[in-house]
């Protein structure tokens, strides 16, 4: 709906995030507004509340959503949005019970989202306790939802010198990746990948990176040989990932486009 893309582009290129907050309580309110609408809605201006800082705001409005769609696609979103909101909080446990649930979502996106978001937490809450780099990068992780994208990479940095070696070193190198990606600097970005399938190929996120890759080439680098090359690694190297799929269609549309005359 128009409404929603005028509060995006308030909200998310404007950098007027009161003006798409108002726009969204005031498309909610109306009388005429249908179950869906609202739903969407509010899953939209949840997240607009977190970017202006509304933590229990935007806690409380995907909450609403949950409990009114609770058996539908758009209440597994909201549940999901309310278990990430907690990861950036620091509440890494009662994340963690959301996500065990949210695994087995019926949206396979969700249920990606939420068996990495899980893994991360898992792999990185140590036996000595020391949660310090696990909330430093949800901290990170937020800083780059909310668009700051140069504090969030000063605090990856610090991260890297602070803990050499650290079991979170290959997600800090792929959010790494994301923030170079968002800001359109897709060589850098490349860099950050190529140092995960290189130094880390055989941990969980050697397969996101090698997709990743293949996407910067042919989505922004038009560079489809390059592209074609990395799906083939993905799907001969990688047999068990969640990507293989996405990476056969990619590959046959691409082939496809390379016969045409």
Do not use: C
Request: charged share 25%; net charge negative; glycine share 4%.
């Amino acid at each position: 709906p128009l409404t929603f893309a005028y509060a995006r582009l308030e909200a998310q290129f404007n950098n007027n995030v009161k003006k798409g907050i108002a726009l969204l309580e005031e498309a909610i309110a109306q009388p005429a507004a249908g179950r869906q609408f609202v739903g969407e809605a509010k899953l939209q201006l949840g997240d607009y509340y977190l970017l202006a800082g509304k933590i229990w705001d935007a806690s409380l409005t995907y909450s609403q959503v949950d409990k009114a769609f609770r058996e539908d696609q758009l209440g597994e979103e909201a549940r999901f949005r309310n278990a990430k909101l907690a990861y950036y909080r620091g509440d890494f446990s009662w994340a963690q019970a959301q996500l065990s649930v949210l695994k087995s979502a019926t949206s396979e996106l969700i249920a990606n989202d939420a068996l990495y978001l899980s893994v991360l937490i898992t792999e990185n809450i140590t036996p000595d306790s020391n949660l310090v780099p696990l909330e430093r990068f949800a901290y990170a992780d937020l800083l780059l939802f909310r668009n700051k994208h140069e504090e969030a990479a000063a605090l990856l940095d610090s991260m890297l010198e602070a803990f050499p070696g650290h079991p979170l070193n290959d997600d800090i190198l792929l959010l790494h990746a994301r923030i170079s990606e968002k800001r359109g600097h897709y060589n850098k970005a490349l860099a950050y990948l190529e140092q995960i399938y290189t130094h880390y190929g055989d941990d969980v996120l050697a397969d996101d990176a090698v997709f990743k890759t293949a996407l910067i080439f042919e989505k922004y680098l038009k560079e489809k040989e390059r592209a074609i090359s990395f799906y083939e690694n993905l799907i001969l190297n990688y047999p068990g990932s969640t990507y293989v799929q996405s990476a056969r269609q990619k590959l046959a549309q691409l082939n496809e486009e390379a016969a045409k005359p």
